[in-house]
């Protein structure tokens, strides 16, 4: 179970109008609700929550009941990427934010520009020598 892995994921039962697979720290605001349900545009959104946990250290919204979680995906905005990050690109967390928009149809569509710009962060990142370095 992904729990193994990610002892802060949420183990319980997610409540709502039609079951919900997944968990719940990287569930889109629009899942468990009875809008129209793109999988493209929620995948988007989980990138966007796994992005925000590698650069952070901890998904935007946490909590022990997995109902709240999900209700601070649909309600709250997400945090901003700590100031400790500060090597991040203006890029990077502009693309992370665009990722996690609330409203699916606001998110990046097409996949061949949004690696695109994950590519163009990873070269401003090298060429700004912030990359990593090989200290061998």
């Known amino acids: 179970p992904v729990t193994r892995y990610w002892p802060s994921a949420s ?6 109008p039609a079951p919900i697979a997944g968990v719940a720290e ?4 629009e899942r468990g609700t009875e809008a129209a349900f793109d999988p493209l545009a929620a995948d988007i959104y989980s990138l966007g929550v796994i992005l925000f946990e590698l650069l952070a250290g901890r998904p935007p919204f946490l909590d022990e009941n997995p109902d709240d979680v999900l209700r601070r995906h649909r309600q709250a905005m997400p945090p901003r990427l700590p100031a400790e ?6 890029a990077g967390r502009e693309l992370v934010s665009l990722l996690l928009r609330k409203e699916p149809l606001r998110r990046p569509r097409e996949l061949t520009e ?3 710009r ?3 962060l990873e070269l401003q990142t090298m060429i ?4 990593i370095r090989d200290e061998r």
């Open 26 to 29: 990287y569930l889109a605001p």
């Open 85 to 90: 990050v500060a090597s991040i690109p203006a």
């Open 114 to 116: 949004l690696l695109r």
């Open 128 to 131: 700004d020598g912030r990359g």
């Open 11 to 16: 183990k319980a039962t997610i409540r709502g």
């Open 118 to 120: 994950l590519l163009d």
